[in-house]
């Protein structure tokens, strides 16, 4: 007996969701995953604090971003939620006055768990390198470790690997130093 195909996940199928999960639209299938751990939202949460000041607001650094906690992404028939993500203002001045955005941001942070590393580092990295998306950070609070990819040529390079508690300068961000330490912090 041969399977018959599957359909493809539509928007209310993701809008079917409960809130108490996350759902994302990978490839036309529909992926859900409860809420992150505490470990995780709070990596999360102190990479936001630690880079909107600086970056976001011009507080103390450069500025010239937009950075956004689990913004939805709409880029092709994917729908995805990163942890962070990032635009430079001269791609996107101001904030859309939209539930979710279609422009692939400039950088994108994914906080690994053991439940979502394999779709973060395979499915979400492959659909981020289509869509031209400069920067990723894949941030591992039980390793405590952060990694810096660029995309080259439509290919991803490591440009940085950080591990432990130091205070690390990370592209595209190196303009200040970041204290990983304070991402473990419990």
């Known amino acids: 007996m041969t399977q018959g195909a599957r359909r493809r996940a539509s928007y209310e199928d993701l809008l079917a969701v409960p809130e108490t999960m996350i759902a994302q639209i990978i490839g036309g299938e529909l992926v859900t995953e409860p809420r992150p751990g505490l470990r995780h939202a709070r990596a999360a949460s102190r990479i936001s604090n630690e880079l909107g000041g600086p970056f976001d607001r011009g507080k103390g650094g450069p500025g010239g971003w937009l950075i956004l906690y689990e913004p939805e992404l709409h880029v092709h028939d994917d729908v995805l939620v990163p942890d962070l993500a990032g635009w430079r203002r001269e791609r996107m001045p101001e904030l859309p006055e939209t539930a979710a955005v279609d422009l692939p941001p400039d950088w994108v942070c994914e906080v690994l768990s053991p439940s979502t590393q394999g779709i973060d580092r395979v499915e979400k990295m492959a659909i981020y390198s289509r869509e031209g998306v400069p920067w990723v950070w894949l941030v591992d609070p039980s390793a405590r470790t952060l990694e810096v990819f660029r995309l080259q040529d439509g290919s991803w390079t490591v440009r940085a690997s950080f591990r432990g508690d130091g205070a690390v300068r990370a592209e ?12 473990w912090e419990r």
Do not use: G, V, Y
Request: a negative charge; zero cysteines; hydrophobic letters at 65%.
């Open 172 to 183: 595209p961000f190196d303009a200040i130093e970041l204290e990983l330490a304070a991402l």
